[in-house]
């Protein structure tokens, strides 16, 4: 039975969940450190997901965005945040952007599995929309300062996201929008390019 409120914790659960499909890290101990404070309406607690805003969670997220950076001063942005450790991060960003959701339907004792695909396909959807346009902007930059830079803005980005999404949580629905047009803007070009590639090729 759907709670009171369920448009607002959807479209909070939402929203972060693009935010964690962003960059996951900043996102996950913003929610959690609100959840934790029992600020802007944010809970996790009360069901399986209260680990969401646990202290050792909050430890971990902070711990891996530590290393993250750390990996990448040592071993090159490019590695760590392109390929396959790109992909990993990705990985990430679904999963706790999955979680994210979830934890926010079962707080409000809603049904809970529905926001693990929701959440995923809204971090999901975050990345496929953004990955032109990061891999575009990391190809352009001159030097490994500047990719650095990039990384650093993605996580600011993320943060910012999912601060305003906490504040009013409807905005959710509106980084899912915006999410689609970029994802339908990027399919238009690249069917019009083929299509102009098809019209040379007669």
Do not use: C
């Not at 929203?15 to 609100?34: E, T």
């Not at 990345?127 to 803005?153: F, N």
């Amino acid at each position: 039975m759907l709670s009171k409120g369920i448009v607002f914790v959807i479209g909070l659960g939402l929203g972060l969940g693009v935010a964690a499909g962003v960059r996951p890290f900043l996102p996950a101990l913003l929610s959690g450190g609100l959840a934790s404070a029992h600020a802007l309406g944010i809970a996790f607690s009360g069901g399986p997901y209260a680990f969401l805003q646990e202290s050792w969670w909050l430890i971990v997220a902070a711990a891996s965005l530590l290393i993250v950076y750390a990996l990448a001063l040592r071993a090159g942005s490019e590695r760590v945040n392109g390929g396959g450790g790109g992909a990993a991060l990705s990985g990430i960003g679904v999963g706790v952007g999955a979680l994210l959701l979830a934890g926010s339907l079962s707080a409000a004792h809603d049904l809970a599995w529905p926001g693990l695909i929701g959440g995923g396909l809204a971090a999901l959807g975050a990345q496929l929309a953004l990955r032109p346009i990061v891999e575009g902007a990391r190809k352009r930059l001159p030097d490994e300062a500047s990719r650095q830079a990039l990384a650093l803005y993605l996580d600011l980005l993320s943060l910012l996201l999912a601060f305003l999404v906490a504040l009013l949580h409807p905005l959710g629905y509106l980084a899912v929008v915006i999410v689609a047009w970029l994802a339908l803007a990027r399919r238009r070009r690249t069917d019009s390019r083929y299509a102009g590639l098809r019209i040379l090729n007669r």
